[in-house]
């Protein structure tokens, strides 16, 4: 019995480890520049330029 809790303990204990791990590496990213990749992925010129 006390082999059945301490598995049940540990795999609830790795499942928070991993959450928690996904988490800090998602913080420690760096926000993408939606600016930047949008003016490289438009080389041809955009439409908002022609304005009436």
Known sequence: MFAR????????MS????LFAILVAEAGRPAR???????NACRFGC???FRR
């Open 47 to 49: 439409m908002n330029q």
């Open 15 to 18: 499942l928070f480890g991993m």
């Open 33 to 39: 520049a939606w600016d930047e990749a949008s003016s």
């Open 5 to 12: 809790r301490f598995a049940i303990v540990c795999l609830l």
